[in-house]
């Protein structure tokens, strides 16, 4: 069981990867950051199978920190950083790197 | 054999991802990607500090690694966004950097200088050695606590743990004597969705703070997650615009933010004077004096790194508010 724990968290790590090609690629800060928030919940996926995997309790109480601080980024996104793309997006500077 | 191989292989990745991350988070010209690297970077590192068994530190990394600072950084990126399309020339040179090729040979240089001490030193360390864990779990009993990271964190080198404490006011006093920032603008309120989602979150947060310090005393857990967790519910307060009244910025904020380090400092005064020895807790109150000491350090964190993502002094609050 240990093994189909320590594998389907091997498998979730894989596909991080391809979570990292929209980071890189883009073309928004929403597809970026969205990526981001969906590393966060796979991350809270693969500490629950650790948990599961070694019977360290304490890994539960990592990933709920992750999942409550997960919001508050997103928030900080939302209100700060995406409010000011929307606003430059008129300006040439910002549509250049929005065109991929 | 197929659980140590398995392992093995994520152990691997792990270790490969976050050299790629690193490397791609520093070399990203564009700030925001290399923000969103930075905060893949925080999590992965969590991962990794659980697979070498340090719980305790893999908490930390996600109280602040990938939770606070993310939402730092994007604050302070939006905030020199909004300061360069105001036109502030001072910044747009900054920003230009002007790379001097000899200065960059020269750091090359000296870090590689390092690096080869650090391995040399890394090499010459005998194979095995026993550490001051045994002595560490010798003593357990006498510390008031199970959790053995909370006993050296609060009690056998409870100094280090006043110090850090030092350290994050001096952070903040020098953020302050950086003088004023901008307000954001935060006229329109927040939407509907958002403020329910605050109502919500915010009383989970406090909830999950106390319940880190708590457990801290037998399990992973204690002050500096507790106050990390605690400070989220006041960065996320801060976002949807509910700004303290500015009678409260003043001396209730900087009572709070000294009230860890002054406990602390007053515990040890009260125990040099009483045991003969800095910091060295009778061990049938030992329990109780780290619970009491741990509180006001979680309200004094969680206070000092709210106030760090406020940034600078408020001037501009009395014509704000």
Not at chain 2, 39 to 65: S, T
Not at chain 2, 123 to 138: D, N, R, Y
Not at chain 2, 144 to 161: E, I, K, M, Q
Request: aromatic letters at 6%; charged letters at 10%.
């Amino acid at each position: 069981m240990q093994t189909f724990y320590l594998a389907l968290a091997l498998f979730l790590l894989l596909t991080l990867g391809a979570g990292m090609w929209r980071v890189l690629r883009g073309p928004t800060a929403a597809d970026r950051m969205l990526a981001a928030q969906l590393f966060g919940t796979t991350a809270v996926a693969v500490l629950l199978l650790l948990a599961q995997a070694s019977g360290n309790a304490a890994l539960r109480d990592v990933a709920l920190v992750f999942a409550l601080l997960a919001a508050v980024t997103a928030v900080a996104f939302v209100q700060r950083a995406w409010p000011k793309q929307k606003q430059e997006q008129e300006q040439p500077q910002e549509t250049e790197r929005d065109v991929d | 054999m197929e659980t140590v191989m398995v392992a093995w292989m994520f152990d691997s990745l792990l270790g490969l991802g976050l050299l790629w991350l690193a490397w791609q988070s520093l070399a990203c010209s564009d700030l925001f990607k290399a923000i969103v690297l930075f905060i893949a970077f925080g999590l992965l590192m969590a991962l990794a500090w659980v697979r070498l068994e340090a719980p305790d530190v893999a908490l930390a990394e996600a109280a602040i690694g990938a939770g606070l600072t993310g939402a730092l950084l994007m604050v302070a990126l939006a905030q020199l966004q909004s300061i360069e399309t105001n036109g502030d020339a001072a910044v747009a040179t900054v920003k230009k950097g002007h790379c001097i090729r000899p200065l960059q040979w020269l750091l090359l240089i000296a870090l590689s200088l390092m690096a080869t001490g650090l391995g040399y030193v890394i090499i010459s360390f005998p194979a095995h050695v026993p550490g001051l864990s045994t002595a560490v779990a010798t003593h357990l009993e006498a510390s008031g606590v199970s959790n053995p990271v909370t006993a050296v964190l609060l009690n056998f080198r409870g100094y280090d743990t006043l110090l850090e404490l030092v350290v994050l006011l001096l952070a903040l006093l020098g953020v302050w004597s950086l003088g004023g920032t901008v307000p954001q603008q935060t006229t329109t309120p927040a939407p509907l969705v958002l403020e329910a989602l605050t109502r919500l979150l915010v009383p989970m947060l406090i909830l999950t703070a106390a319940y880190l310090l708590w457990v801290g005393a037998h399990a992973p857990g204690g002050a500096f997650q507790a106050g990390s967790v605690l400070a989220a519910a006041g960065v996320l307060l801060l976002l949807i615009g509910r700004h303290p009244r500015a009678a409260l910025m003043a001396l209730p904020l900087r009572l709070i933010l000294v009230l860890g380090p002054a406990t602390f400092v007053a515990m040890a005064v009260v125990t040099m004077l009483i045991e003969g020895a800095l910091l060295k807790f009778p061990p049938e109150h030992a329990g109780k004096l780290i619970l009491l000491l741990e509180t006001t350090a979680m309200l004094s964190i969680g206070a000092t790194l709210a106030a760090l993502f406020l940034g600078g002094r408020r001037h501009t609050d009395k014509e704000h508010s």
